[in-house]
């Protein structure tokens, strides 16, 4: 699998990630990751900087130096990069946008959800780019990064991402190629100090996805 490259510096490497590759080596022993596919693609040790979900595709960062490692961690620590998520969601949303500000809290099992006493603080506005009968395609930009974040916000309003088999009902979901989530764009530093947005263009499979639900 060739991994599609969107923007290579001597520091960073941006890629567009595919759904269903784990971002980073984990839990599913034996199977190859992007960081690894993209390690030997590139010839070089890559630095881990965040992680889309398995089954989320699109824009994705790595560092090639410690130095750049440090800044891009700096940048998402401080919340100054700027990530923007196209997704289908069940249910038509009332208004044209809306910020899910809801505390999430990783439970035992290792799902994620609200939790108001023990979540941390998290946020993600979103707007309404159309309207598709039984479904809404939103644009979501989170102001934190928690695992699982749009998700569990979405899931949490009685509007989970359509495919999504962990937040929403699995006999539903289950009949979905795939989850409707896909990391469209970011913005974030480059070494000059200039700022760079890197966009993902939406993938084969989520405009299939898409263009059955408009059809329906």
Do not use: W
Not at 24 to 43: D, F, H, R, V
Not at 54 to 79: E, Y
Not at 117 to 143: C, H, M, N
Not at 169 to 177: E, G
């Amino acid at each position: 699998m060739t991994i599609p490259v969107l923007f290579e510096d001597s520091n960073v490497i941006a890629v567009n990630k595919p759904e269903g590759l784990t971002s980073i080596p984990g839990s599913e022993k034996g199977k190859e990751t992007l960081l690894e596919l993209l390690s030997k693609q590139c010839n070089r040790k890559l630095f881990v900087v965040h992680r889309l979900d398995k089954d989320v595709s699109g824009v994705m960062l790595f560092a090639k130096n410690a130095a750049a490692h440090k800044n891009l961690n700096d940048q998402f620590s401080n919340h100054t990069t700027k990530k923007t998520y196209v997704a289908v969601v069940h249910g038509a949303l009332d208004g044209a946008k809306g910020v899910i500000a809801k505390p999430i809290h990783k439970f035992g099992s290792g799902r994620m959800g609200v939790d108001e006493l023990r979540g941390k603080q998290s946020s993600t506005d979103y707007e309404v780019i159309e309207r598709l009968g039984a479904f809404s395609l939103v644009k979501a930009l989170p102001g934190t990064g928690r695992k699982h974040q749009i998700r569990v916000h979405f899931y949490s309003m009685g509007h989970p991402i359509v495919g999504d088999r962990l937040y929403g009902d699995k006999t539903i979901q289950s009949t979905f190629p795939r989850m409707m989530l896909h990391a469209q764009e970011i913005t974030f530093k480059i070494s000059s100090g200039e700022d760079k947005t890197v966009e993902a263009p939406m993938p084969e499979s989520f405009a299939v996805v898409l263009d059955s639900l408009r059809n329906c």
